[in-house]
């Protein structure tokens, strides 16, 4: 099953440079892997992060969002990253809500290249 993910920073914060989205993407490659799952493209802007995910009928999609907001943001604290702890007050670093649609209307290189298509930060 595919499914499209779009993750918000909370109050729309602009955290996110090239190399923290660099970093995300490998992340999020790995927990996908440990759901048995894949991430087929991901993508982000300074505010948000775009994921098309390929996953098992077994794995339920909020434990699968939970796990990937969730150890980013671990890594966040241990990392100290100046420009999202310098923007964000306290420990949150996602809003609390998400989008997740399914992928059975769009084909999925459609979905590919709207991700693919997002403005990634230059710095």
């Given amino acids: 099953?595919?499914?499209h993910l779009v993750f918000v920073t909370k109050y729309r914060r602009k955290v996110f440079t090239k190399q923290i989205l660099d970093e995300l993407r490998i992340i999020f490659t790995d927990v996908c892997t440990d759901f048995e799952g894949c991430l087929v493209e991901f993508e982000g802007e300074v505010d948000h992060v775009h994921l098309l995910v390929n996953y098992p009928p077994k794995v339920a999609v909020s434990k699968l969002v939970n796990s990937l907001k969730g150890v980013f943001s671990r890594l966040v604290r241990k990392k100290g990253y100046s420009s999202i702890q310098q923007a964000l007050?306290?420990?949150s670093l996602w809003s609390p809500s998400y989008f997740a649609g399914t992928?059975?209307?769009a084909s999925l290189a459609v979905i590919?290249?709207?991700i693919e298509q997002q403005q990634c930060p230059q710095i």
Avoid: A, K
Wanted: proline share 0%; hydrophobic share 25%.
């Fill in 1 to 3: 099953m595919h499914v």
């Fill in 89 to 91: 007050w306290e420990d």
């Fill in 103 to 105: 992928c059975g209307g």
């Fill in 112 to 114: 590919r290249q709207y």
